[in-house]
């Protein structure tokens, strides 16, 4: 079987060794290391042996050395980057959920550049505890309570899953068995946990006879699981926390409530339908509440759980506890969040709140002004329009806050094609679909950030 020729473009490749000789790529090694330069070169000579037109290999040779430079640029910048949320989606996932205040960007950079006192007593001089941070100002919001930060609600509830129910049943209701997000199910959590599932009642009916009927020797808890991210609507019964509260102080057992999104305040002052706050969900009486620090907190990344003192403890003395803690970085931006609730500037100084907050009309008048910044751009036909804003992250799932959008109509190209120009933008613009038209929504970015997309939309 005969090989096929080489082309002459193939052969006027240089080698490895030559290509770093090259001026160029010796003052790549100088700054970025040689293994480096060496790895992005062989990639990219392997790229153009692939090549099988003469015109490819050519373009490619005549632009070897930038083009390994870029290489090397891709594989030392983060691939973690700030990006602009268009979306209208409060608390977005996918974009990082909460962004923090000024004051918890500051205590992050103030704590990071050094020490701390993470686990120091500075009165005795002797090891502290970490826990006692968060501890001395949730214990503002919730008074005889006691509370463990980890690193996420979903960690909490295996912890407190495993402290209680090990081995035993965790009883729950059909209808609160819910997928959360990036596919995680609650009985898979709970499965992990070391406990074992105990079903009742139906999708969309689970009386508190149900509960009773199937508590024996080898229950370890009951679960209630709130709608946050949820509904069952229609002909639907469920049974009141406060009566599963009574069920389980008559049994022995504790009852545990994922909270969900952890809101400290009312969601009808920023006119929303009713949601319990955590303190309401304590005031039911269960023994532990579990919720985000992300969510509408409005703070980092953590799973609070609060409750009653021994339970807590019991959670503390875990040795789960310590694989799921949280670090300094954490503390320091909870501390500061919840001070700002403190001192009653929660909606002022904490972005989620601040955007909850927003009247669609200033909305609205900050679309306007921008469109008329912007006038004609290209083939785009751009308009303001009323539209919704969405809390998002699993919280307050049917609810829709009245705002107005930036709405985009490309004449030369898909909206497909618009919404991948503007995540290609440096920072990228995230934007979201809605009848062949894009829409930007200027209740989820900041008036800093409006130049930036300004700037995006000129470049299309």
Same mark, same amino acid.
């Given at each position: 079987?005969?090989?096929?020729?080489?082309?002459?473009?193939?052969?006027? %490749? $240089?080698? &490895?060794?030559k290509?770093?000789?090259r001026?160029e !790529?010796?003052?790549?090694?100088?700054?970025?290391?040689?293994?480096?330069?060496?790895?992005?070169?062989?990639?990219?000579?392997g790229?153009?042996?692939?090549?099988?037109?003469?015109?490819? =290999?050519?373009?490619?040779?005549?632009?070897?050395?930038?083009? =390994?430079? /870029?290489r090397?640029?891709?594989a030392?910048s983060?691939?973690l980057?700030?990006?602009v949320?268009?979306?209208?989606?409060?608390?977005?996932?996918?974009?990082g959920?909460?962004?923090?205040?000024?004051?918890?960007?500051?205590?992050?950079?103030?704590?990071?550049?050094?020490?701390?006192?993470?686990?120091l007593?500075?009165?005795?001089? #002797?090891?502290?505890?970490?826990?006692?941070?968060?501890?001395?100002?949730?214990?503002?919001?919730? $008074?005889?309570?006691?509370?463990?930060?980890?690193?996420?609600? /979903?960690a909490?509830?295996?912890?407190?899953?495993?402290?209680?129910?090990?081995?035993?049943?965790?009883?729950?209701?059909?209808?609160?068995?819910?997928?959360?997000?990036?596919s995680?199910?609650?009985?898979?959590?709970l499965?992990?946990?070391?406990?074992?599932?105990?079903e009742?009642?139906?999708t969309?009916?689970?009386r508190?006879?149900?509960?009773?009927?199937v =508590?024996?020797p080898?229950?370890?808890?009951?679960?209630?699981?709130?709608?946050?991210?949820?509904?069952?609507?229609?002909f639907?019964?469920s049974?009141?926390?406060?009566?599963?509260?009574?069920?389980?102080k008559e049994?022995?057992?504790? &009852?545990?409530?994922?909270?969900?999104?952890?809101?400290?305040?009312?969601?009808?002052?920023?006119?929303?339908?009713e949601? $319990?706050?955590a303190?309401?969900?304590?005031?039911?009486?269960?023994?532990?509440?579990i919720?985000?620090?992300?969510?509408l %907190?409005?703070? $980092?990344?953590?799973?609070?759980?609060?409750g009653?003192?021994?339970?807590?403890?019991?959670?503390? #003395?875990?040795?789960? /506890?310590?694989?799921?803690?949280?670090? #300094?970085?954490?503390?320091?931006?909870?501390?500061?969040?919840?001070?700002a609730?403190?001192?009653?500037?929660? &909606?002022e100084?904490?972005?989620?709140?601040?955007?909850l907050?927003?009247?669609a009309?200033?909305?609205?008048?900050?679309?306007?002004?921008? &469109?008329?910044?912007?006038?004609?751009?290209?083939?785009?036909?751009?308009?303001?329009?009323p539209?919704?804003s969405?809390?998002?992250?699993?919280?307050?799932?049917?609810?829709e806050?009245?705002?107005?959008?930036?709405? !985009?109509?490309?004449?030369d190209?898909?909206?497909?094609?618009? %919404?991948?120009?503007?995540?290609?933008?440096?920072?990228?613009?995230?934007?979201? =679909?809605s009848?062949?038209?894009?829409? %930007?929504d200027?209740?989820?970015?900041?008036?800093?950030?409006?130049?930036?997309?300004?700037k995006?939309?000129?470049?299309?």
């Amino acid at each position: 079987m005969s090989k096929t020729p080489e082309s002459a473009s193939l052969r006027r %490749l $240089p080698s &490895v060794e030559k290509l770093l000789s090259r001026p160029e !790529l010796e003052a790549l090694s100088r700054e970025f290391g040689r293994a480096l330069v060496l790895e992005a070169t062989r990639a990219q000579l392997g790229e153009l042996r692939r090549e099988t037109s003469e015109e490819s =290999i050519e373009s490619g040779l005549s632009r070897i050395e930038a083009a =390994i430079r /870029a290489r090397i640029e891709t594989a030392v910048s983060p691939s973690l980057r700030r990006v602009v949320n268009a979306t209208g989606i409060l608390v977005h996932t996918n974009l990082g959920r909460a962004p923090l205040s000024e004051a918890a960007i500051a205590a992050l950079a103030e704590i990071a550049r050094g020490y701390s006192n993470l686990e120091l007593d500075l009165e005795t001089g #002797k090891r502290g505890s970490r826990h006692r941070h968060a501890e001395r100002l949730f214990a503002v919001f919730f $008074p005889e309570k006691k509370t463990l930060v980890v690193n996420n609600a /979903a960690a909490a509830l295996m912890l407190a899953l495993n402290t209680f129910a090990l081995g035993k049943e965790v009883v729950i209701s059909r209808g609160e068995l819910v997928e959360i997000g990036g596919s995680f199910r609650v009985p898979d959590i709970l499965e992990r946990s070391g406990a074992r599932l105990r079903e009742v009642g139906t999708t969309n009916k689970t009386r508190l006879s149900d509960y009773a009927s199937v =508590i024996g020797p080898e229950t370890g808890a009951i679960l209630r699981v709130h709608p946050s991210n949820f509904r069952v609507v229609g002909f639907t019964e469920s049974t009141p926390t406060a009566d599963l509260v009574r069920l389980g102080k008559e049994r022995g057992l504790p &009852v545990i409530e994922d909270f969900g999104s952890g809101n400290l305040l009312s969601l009808s002052a920023f006119g929303l339908p009713e949601e $319990p706050t955590a303190s309401e969900s304590l005031a039911s009486g269960v023994d532990l509440s579990i919720f985000s620090g992300d969510k509408l %907190l409005g703070g $980092p990344q953590a799973g609070i759980l609060v409750g009653e003192p021994s339970r807590v403890e019991a959670c503390k #003395k875990n040795p789960m /506890a310590r694989a799921l803690r949280v670090d #300094k970085l954490i503390y320091a931006a909870l501390e500061a969040t919840l001070s700002a609730y403190m001192r009653g500037r929660g &909606v002022e100084e904490i972005p989620i709140l601040r955007m909850l907050a927003l009247p669609a009309e200033a909305i609205r008048a900050r679309a306007l002004a921008l &469109v008329e910044r912007l006038g004609r751009v290209g083939s785009l036909e751009i308009d303001v329009q009323p539209g919704a804003s969405f809390v998002g992250g699993g919280a307050a799932p049917d609810a829709e806050i009245p705002t107005w959008v930036i709405a !985009l109509q490309p004449k030369d190209r898909s909206p497909d094609d618009l %919404l991948e120009a503007l995540r290609r933008n440096d920072p990228p613009v995230l934007a979201r =679909i809605s009848e062949d038209r894009v829409l %930007l929504d200027l209740r989820t970015i900041h008036p800093d950030e409006e130049l930036i997309l300004e700037k995006a939309l000129r470049t299309l």
